[in-house]
């Protein structure tokens, strides 16, 4: 499975962006999408994810902000980033994920950069 995001860019204080992560493959559907970020210096973060059933969660530092969605039909996952901060900076990968009894997948984008400056 391939998974390639795309969306990030420069934007000033307060913007908005929307992330894309496309997958390859037939099994899109089943499994749980999640972006991730990593902030120079430190460690990488689960943002949002997005379980086959559609149940979101949120690390709190998004809550309200960020929104995460799927379209099963496009093999597509996005983020959508809105009052952007410059914490946000950071580069944002794409995982998708199914684990069942002792069959585990995870693959993950090269990831895409969102800088917050004005």
């Known amino acids: 499975v391939n998974v390639v995001e795309s969306g990030g860019g420069l934007v000033q204080p307060g913007g908005s962006l929307r992330l894309s992560c496309a997958a390859s493959?037939?099994?899109?559907?089943?499994?749980?999408m999640g972006w991730y970020r990593q902030a120079p210096g430190k460690q990488r973060e689960l943002v949002a994810a997005?379980?086959?059933?559609?149940?979101?969660n949120y690390v709190d530092s998004v809550k309200g902000r960020f929104t995460i969605s799927r379209d099963n039909a496009k093999n597509t996952v996005y983020l959508q980033l809105n009052s952007l901060k410059p914490e946000d900076t950071a580069v944002y990968y794409c995982?998708?994920?199914?684990?069942?009894?002792?069959?585990?997948?995870?693959?993950w984008g090269k990831g895409t950069l969102v800088t917050v400056s004005s």
């Open positions: 997005i379980t086959s059933g559609g149940r979101t």
């Open positions: 995982n998708a994920y199914y684990q069942a009894s002792v069959v585990v997948m995870d693959y």
């Open positions: 493959g037939s099994m899109f559907s089943i499994y749980t």
